[in-house]
């Protein structure tokens, strides 16, 4: 099949619109990178507690902690989204429902923000518990021995050391937050790959579109995991085997 590609589609305008379908890509990249961002740092820090916790003495805690991660991690992400975009909002009272649906800015960021955040704290909670678990038993009695309390137990001596075995597969994670903040356009988010169903839908060049999106995902990918791996070697003991 014979195809004229038309790259310069992108400094195109659409219909009585005042912004090229360039602009409207770098504008949906600008979501997608704001989305990936805030809603990673938010799970790194959830997970990071959730995980801990299911590794502690305290019972109830344990507890807790097993069924957020039970739920939020098998629940899947766009029911999840539905939810938090649909749902929540009315079942607060009525002023809160409102201000979630009306006078919030951007309610669909904040939502997708929220909901990719419990279902990638889930996931992240499980590799909290497993990089702790894998420490050697006998530092956690070391540790307590030298009348570290439990705090610090975990703040100096475990979690240093669970950080740099879990640290692989967080760049995985973070690169799995990067792609699944594409289930946002489904609450209306405009993020990249919803811009570039627009701009399929205005202009009819629908391989330049999501050709121009997919190389936008691979750059920002291939930059995650540049940098993530430049803070796992910075994390690497020297002398240590893996």
Same mark, same amino acid.
């Given at each position: ?18 912004? @090229?379908?360039?602009?409207? *890509?770098?504008?949906? /990249? !600008?979501?997608? $990178?704001?989305?990936?961002?805030? +809603?990673? %740092? ?68 904040? @939502?997708?923000?929220?909901? *990719?955040?419990?279902? /990638? !704290?889930?996931? $992240?909670?499980?590799?909290?518990? +497993?990089? %702790? ?77 999501? /050709? ?31």
């Amino acid at each position: 099949m014979d195809y004229n590609w038309n790259w310069s589609v992108f400094w195109d305008f659409a219909p009585g619109e005042t912004s @090229s379908y360039l602009h409207w *890509l770098v504008t949906g /990249t !600008s979501w997608t $990178l704001a989305t990936t961002l805030v +809603a990673f %740092i938010l799970a790194l820090l959830i997970g990071g507690l959730v995980g801990t916790l299911r590794t502690s003495t305290l019972r109830p805690l344990v507890w807790l902690c097993n069924l957020y991660t039970e739920v939020f991690r098998n629940i899947p992400l766009l029911v999840q989204m539905f939810i938090c975009f649909f749902v929540v909002p009315e079942l607060l009272p009525v002023s809160m429902g409102d201000y979630l649906k009306q006078d919030l800015p951007y309610p669909s960021f904040f @939502s997708a923000v929220v909901a *990719l955040t419990l279902f /990638t !704290s889930a996931k $992240l909670s499980e590799l909290f518990k +497993a990089g %702790i678990e894998s420490v050697a038993a006998g530092q956690r009695g070391a540790a307590l021995a030298l009348g570290l309390r439990p705090t610090q137990m975990y703040l100096q001596v475990l979690l240093p050391q669970a950080i740099r075995v879990v640290f692989p597969p967080l760049t995985s994670e973070a690169l799995n937050t990067l792609k699944n903040s594409s289930v946002a356009l489904t609450i209306g988010l405009m993020e990249l790959t919803a811009q570039a169903r627009n701009v399929s839908e205005y202009s009819f060049n629908t391989f330049e579109a999501f /050709t121009a999106a997919t190389v936008i995902y691979v750059v920002i990918s291939l930059l995650v995991t540049f940098v993530m791996g430049h803070i796992e070697r910075s994390l690497a003991i020297r002398g240590a085997t893996r």
